[in-house]
């Protein structure tokens, strides 16, 4: 298959296109470092020919709504319009588990990047996932007042990895709707990972408690942000996660 990554030089997108091309699958990569803006859909005419189907995991860093979806729903409207010209039988996207129960700031982008898709004509694929392990140290290292905190929350970590081999798994099926989500395989409390991470990485200061303010943080406490009783299981753990840290 000819898959197109979308996102395909960040966290996630470095493992999508790593799996795919270990399955023999030809990788194109849709990045402002391959020369592709999807925000003004600059460099993605005549990207997309012969691609088979497209992984959207671009990903934007910030809490403020209007960012949010300004970003998410700017660059799904220019990915759908540049497949709709192509032919792309395939549109494939990432998003998060609960994001209903927290529709600002950061989720809702991604619901609105939902929408769009759902409601477009490009057939389609909605995967969501719980948190990456990695959100303990964006967590840590997102400091209030200067002071690094932890936040609490429950929370079920999925392998960033297996995520990667899951959305491969996904464009080789061909387009399914909203499909099952995924998550890790164990809850876990999120003060307690960013507790954990910080002392993998040799941090030995006071790292007091906090509750994160607004529906995120209410979503998180209530578990609102954890996957159902018929989400698929990960089954890397943090503790896993965090033994093979470099620093660890």
Partial sequence: ??????????????????????????????????????????????????????????????????????????????????????????????????????????????LAQERLVAGGVVPWTILRTTQFHEYAAMMFHRTHAGAHVASTGRIQPVAVREVAEHLVDLAERGPAGRTTDLGGPREESLADMVHRYAHAIGYRAPLPVVNTPGTLGRAFRSGALLPGADALRGTQTFSEWLDALPDA
Avoid: C, Q
Wanted: hydrophobic share 50%; aromatic share 4%.
């Fill in 1 to 110: 298959m000819r898959l197109a990554i979308a996102g395909g030089t960040g966290m996630t997108g470095e493992h999508v296109a790593a799996i795919a091309r270990g399955r023999g699958h030809d990788v194109v990569l849709l990045s402002r470092r391959t020369g592709v803006e999807l925000l003004s859909g600059a460099g993605l005419a005549g990207a997309l020919e012969g691609i088979d189907a497209l992984i959207d995991v671009t990903n934007v860093v910030t809490a403020k709504p209007d960012v949010s979806v300004m970003f998410f729903a700017g660059a799904t409207k220019n990915l759908l319009a540049a497949e709709r010209a192509a032919g792309v039988p395939h549109h494939l996207v990432l998003t998060i588990v609960g994001a209903e129960a927290a529709p600002d700031g950061y989720y809702a982008g991604k």
